[in-house]
T-cell receptor, first 115, second 117 residues
Framework: KAGVTQTPRYLIKTRGQQVTLSCSPI?????VSWYQQTPGQGLQFLFE???????NKGNFPGRFSGRQFSNSRSEMNVSTLELGDSALYLC??????????????FGAGTRLSVL | AQKVTQAQTEISVVEKEDVTLDCVYE???????LFWYKQPPSGELVFLIR??????QNEISGRYSWNFQKSTSSFNFTITASQVVDSAVYFC??????????????FGKGITLSVRP
């Protein structure tokens, strides 16, 4: 069974640009969550999608957005990139949104560098 | 608000030594879940174990064992007879499970474990 797939693995962008990251969940999983990992702040929750609806959002500015498609694949977008957006962006998928029923399985991440 | 504290930042041991990774959590919920994940250099977070707040039974799985104590809000992880392949960053995480809860994980800062040959 294939795991969570994130593309691309590496990205280099310049300040002010925008970027789109993609996540394909494990087959059958309907919930996708995104996390940002930086050396200073650690792992922080960005948002969660289930059945194409955003269910929960972390404390990030509106420049960070996402969406989920009918096949459960998800994309996240960051507009007007800042140097501080350089991070490893991790996607996790789970069967449902209920913490009692699911375990989140993570992809290998997309490493974004903003120059 | 939820909080997970991993006071140890880096641990270095020699192969075959036992090592314990500490985790202390804070939550106002009476129902919650605790997790341990491992992050090797490849970057992917690998799920190791989940425990719910009603299950304080400690578990042993091969060389791994977990000690959950609600009285001290701790969920510690022990690797017995460590191996070089155990070298990774280990994260403890917490999620709510009460009414209106969702899948959001709150992570600790992680512990970098280095196992030397």
């Amino acid at each position: 069974k294939a795991g969570v797939t994130q593309t691309p693995r590496y990205l280099i962008k310049t300040r002010g640009q925008q970027v789109t990251l993609s996540c394909s969940p494990i087959s059958g999983h309907r919930s996708v969550s995104w996390y940002q990992q930086t050396p200073g702040q650690g792992l922080q929750f960005l948002f969660e999608y289930f059945s194409e609806t955003q269910r929960n959002k972390g404390n990030f500015p509106g420049r960070f957005s996402g969406r989920q498609f009918s096949n459960s694949r998800s994309e996240m977008n960051v507009s007007t990139l800042e140097l501080g957006d350089s991070a490893l962006y991790l996607c996790a998928s789970s069967l449902t949104t209920s913490p009692g029923e699911n375990i989140q399985y993570f992809g290998a991440g997309t490493r974004l560098s903003v120059l | 608000a939820q909080k997970v504290t991993q006071a140890q930042t880096e641990i270095s041991v020699v192969e075959k030594e036992d090592v314990t990774l500490d985790c202390v959590y804070e939550t106002r919920d009476t129902t919650y879940y605790l997790f341990w994940y491992k992050q090797p250099p490849s970057g992917e977070l690998v799920f190791l174990i989940r425990r719910n707040s009603f299950d304080e039974q400690n578990e042993i799985s091969g060389r791994y064992s977990w000690n959950f104590q609600k009285s001290t809000s701790s969920f510690n992880f022990t690797i017995t007879a460590s191996q070089v392949v155990d070298s990774a960053v280990y994260f403890c995480a917490l999620s709510e499970a009460g009414a209106g809860a969702n899948s959001k994980l709150t992570f600790g800062k992680g512990i970098t474990l280095s196992v030397r040959p």
